[in-house]
């Protein structure tokens, strides 16, 4: 199994910038592929971004295309999520998922969840 811990969340304000962080634990010998999601309230939750295990691959959802990065340093095994220009409907809980096969853009298909961090865009 993977275990993966969010950080980097918090209030920013409209058109600023973070960075998420996910670390991972566990079985990370087992090149996993990484995706964060979001989910605000009374929403479904969304893929916002993926990778591959090698980086090769990554996916961005339109909502956020052009304004985020997705990376991953597999000798420090974490991964981030560059967000900027960020708008007030970026806000939501944030998270980050794990998945051992399969396309990274199957949001259906990741095995692995951490807890979420909550990132709040002011306006």
């Known amino acids: 199994q993977v275990q993966l811990v969010e950080s980097g969340g918090g209030l920013v304000q409209s058109g600023g910038s973070l960075r998420l962080s996910c670390a991972a634990s566990?079985?990370?010998?087992?090149?996993?592929?990484m995706g964060w999601f979001r989910q605000a309230p009374g929403s479904e939750r969304e893929l916002v971004a993926a990778?591959?295990?090698?980086?090769?691959?990554?996916y961005y959802a339109d909502s956020v295309k052009g304004r985020s990065t997705i990376s991953k340093d597999n000798a420090k095994n974490t991964g981030y999520l560059e967000m900027s220009s960020l708008k007030p409907e970026d806000t939501a809980v944030y998270y980050c998922?794990?998945?051992?096969?399969?396309?990274?853009?199957?949001?259906?298909?990741?095995?692995?969840w951490g807890q979420g961090t909550q990132v709040t865009v002011s306006t």
């Open positions: 566990g079985r990370t010998d087992t090149h996993y592929r």
């Open positions: 998922a794990a998945r051992q096969g399969g396309s990274v853009t199957d949001s259906l298909g990741y095995d692995y």
């Open positions: 990778i591959s295990w090698n980086g090769f691959i990554t």
